[in-house]
């Protein structure tokens, strides 16, 4: 059902076109929603178009693999019921003695699966601070079969300099890049065009855009790898819903003009913050005094609308901030239409032990900002009204 689109066509045009077409039997622009568990065949060893079983494949969801594949320039895509059961795809991979070199400011979800659930098995994990790629360098081993890497990463928003980490990567001989990219987006950051070997999503984000389903997808070039990772999406069943993946369809295709107003609104947000008297710092890739804002200008086309900042009165100011706000949301989670606030280390990081915490900078007064789609001089009006309830928190003197 997918369009001829011209070989050159662009990021906007592929977001809306690829993947998929006006239905030939009946015209339906969109994809329809294919709410079938099972398929009828033609023979016993003859499917029509190859479709069986809605586990091991669903046109709903083919329709999204092949739009992500093209957001992402890859070959193939594969979609998962979440974030976290794509990552754990890439682990089943995996058997006892084998290691994995990952950032030490991941997700926290995905810090608990690999020391909970993958260490149990026997897989070695090495977490360093792969801002440094004589870091990443010095942690490969023979064994080892990834470098696993956020950048931005969440919530700390560090940059990995993604062409010299594949480098090292390919250089091994035995381990593959895998980028989480779910901060940036393909429409901002293409990790497999420096070089990674995978690209990972949480589709909850951006790419879903608006806060109402949960998903994951892996994108990548190298056939062998989508062979073997199709095995255990189909073996162990963690596959994205079909209504879920129309509703991440329906996200891509304004995921462009949706990510331009996040950066521009973060922007607004960010560089208030920075210049007000409450705030100790701020950390956003669009800001000079970005700790990797070379990287973020060689491998960004925009900053993202992300950021975090800290409070001079610490976790008690950060708690009233984030409990002020009015159009900021406080809730988990990101990159939907509307702006969420969070304080990481007693909500989405909750499962990282608060010493490893402390060590990789994430301090406890920490608070993130997803920001939305709101009118941008609504949501500064918003974050000064909570800088001022934070003031009294602490004990400070309000703010002028
Ligand atoms: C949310 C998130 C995940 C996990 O995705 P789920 O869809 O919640 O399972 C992984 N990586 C990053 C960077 C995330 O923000």
Redesign the pocket.
């Known amino acids: 059902m997918s369009h001829s689109l011209p070989k050159d066509a662009r990021f906007e045009t592929r977001a809306i076109h690829a993947g998929q077409g006006p239905d030939p039997r009946n015209g339906a622009v969109m994809t329809p929603v294919y709410l079938t568990s099972t398929y009828a065949q033609d023979a016993p060893t003859v499917t029509r178009d190859g479709y069986e079983y809605s586990r091991t494949s669903n046109p709903t969801r083919t329709a999204l693999e092949e739009n992500l594949a093209s957001l992402e320039n890859g070959n193939w895509g594969l979609c998962f019921a ?3 059961a794509s990552t754990n795809a890439l682990m089943d991979r995996l058997v006892p003695g084998d290691h994995v070199v990952a950032g030490n400011d991941l ?1 926290g ?2 810090y608990r699966m690999f020391t909970k659930v993958f260490e149990r098995y026997g897989i070695e994990f090495s977490f360093v601070d792969t801002t440094d790629p004589d870091k990443i360098k010095e942690a490969m081993r023979p064994t080892t079969k990834y470098v696993y890497i ?1 950048t931005p990463s ?1 919530p700390l928003l560090n940059l990995t300099d993604i062409a010299k980490a594949a480098e090292i990567a390919k250089n091994s001989g035995t381990a593959q890049l895998v980028v ?1 990219n ?2 940036a987006t393909p429409y901002l950051q293409r990790p497999l065009e420096l070089g990674a070997d995978i690209v990972l999503h ?1 589709l ?2 951006y790419l879903g855009g608006h806060s109402d389903l ?3 997808a892996l994108v990548g070039r190298d056939e062998k790898t989508r062979e073997e990772l199709a095995f255990y999406q189909n073996a162990v069943g963690g596959c994205l819903a079909p209504l879920d993946a129309f509703l991440v369809l329906r996200g891509t295709k304004t995921l462009g003009v949706r990510m331009d107003r996040h950066c521009s609104n973060a922007t607004k947000v960010a560089e208030f913050l920075s210049e007000h008297e409450l705030v100790d710092r701020v950390i956003y890739p669009g800001l000079p005094n970005h700790p990797q804002l070379k990287i973020a200008q060689a491998q960004m086309s925009q900053p993202g609308g992300m950021l975090s900042f800290e409070l001079k009165g610490g976790v008690e100011a950060a708690n009233a901030f984030a409990s002020t706000t009015k159009i900021f949301t406080l809730a988990e989670s ?1 990159g939907g239409v509307e702006s969420l606030v969070e304080v990481p280390p007693s909500m989405t990081h909750a499962s990282i032990p608060a010493e490893i915490r402390r060590a990789a900078g994430l301090a406890d007064g920490l608070v993130r900002l997803s920001v939305g789609l709101e009118h941008e001089d609504d949501l500064v009006a918003d974050v000064t009204q909570a800088l001022t309830a934070a003031a009294k928190a602490a004990g400070a003197p309000a703010a002028s």
């Open positions: 979440s974030g976290l997700y979800g995905t956020e969440n989480d779910t901060f949480s909850s984000k949960i998903g994951g990101l």
